[in-house]
């Protein structure tokens, strides 16, 4: 079935530094890629998303580029801030229900970001 | 804007008893979640909801009933608690068509002893 395979954490950065944090999936179809961010004690927040192969996701200093030759979704950002620490989840969006009302989201299993000052 | 709100933030249970995890949402929203969040494992779907008198079961849907009698109400009963369902509970909203996003509630901590 559908999956999402995110790199393990805790993610360990100095201010400044600069981030990636891995993401890949396996999909029959033709998902929608997206990362949340849950800070702590919150909800999941949407970070940001893509829809179709090449789009470029990007909101608050991350971007993300959606990769269908090597089915990847990296979440990246030039300079990470004390405030960027939190839990970042790769998502997508069940295919087989594209465009339906029962899309489902699929969760990775998340990655600690600690952004040390 | 309130969003997605659940209640309570916090309960402890004994093995066996039952109780409603409360969600409500303001925003008019046709689908509703319901999602646990346990270490190592992300978040899983329990049951979801395309509109109200329509339920569905997710991935993870033993021990768990829902209903959805109102577009704003969409509660999660746990009719006899089990130490496996301590977890952090998110019940999640978004309008009906296309990909939009997930609005999430704070969550719910429970704990089953």
Redesign the interface.
């Known amino acids: 079935g559908d999956s999402v395979t995110q790199m393990e954490g805790p993610v360990t950065l100095s201010e400044e530094a600069f981030l990636t944090i891995n993401c890949t999936y396996t999909a029959t179809g033709y998902p929608s890629l997206f990362w949340y961010v849950q800070y702590p004690g919150e909800g999941l927040q949407l970070l940001l998303k893509a829809t179709k192969a090449d789009d470029k996701g990007s909101n608050k200093g991350f971007e993300a580029t959606y990769r269908k030759e090597t089915t990847s979704f990296h979440l990246e950002k030039g300079s990470v801030q004390v405030s960027d620490s939190a839990v970042y989840f790769c998502a997508l969006s069940d295919p087989s229900f594209y465009g339906g009302a029962t899309n489902k989201l699929i969760f990775g299993t998340g990655t600690l970001l600690a952004v040390q000052p | 804007n309130a969003g997605?709100t659940q209640t309570p933030k916090f309960q402890v249970l004994k093995t066996g008893q039952s109780m409603t995890l409360q969600c409500a949402q303001d925003m008019n929203h046709?689908?509703m979640?319901w999602?646990r969040q346990d270490p190592?494992?992300?978040?899983?779907?329990i049951h979801?909801s395309?509109?109200a008198g329509i339920t569905?079961q997710?991935e993870v849907p033993n021990g768990y009933n829902v209903s959805r009698s109102t577009t704003e109400d969409f509660p999660l009963r746990l009719l006899s608690a089990a130490p496996s369902q301590t977890s952090v509970y998110?019940c999640?909203s978004r309008p009906?068509?296309?990909?939009s996003?997930?609005h999430?509630?704070?969550?719910t901590r429970l704990t089953v002893t």
């Open positions: 997605v046709e689908y979640s999602y190592g494992m992300g978040l899983r779907l979801y395309v509109g569905d997710g998110f999640a009906g068509t296309g990909n996003p997930l999430f509630g704070n969550g």
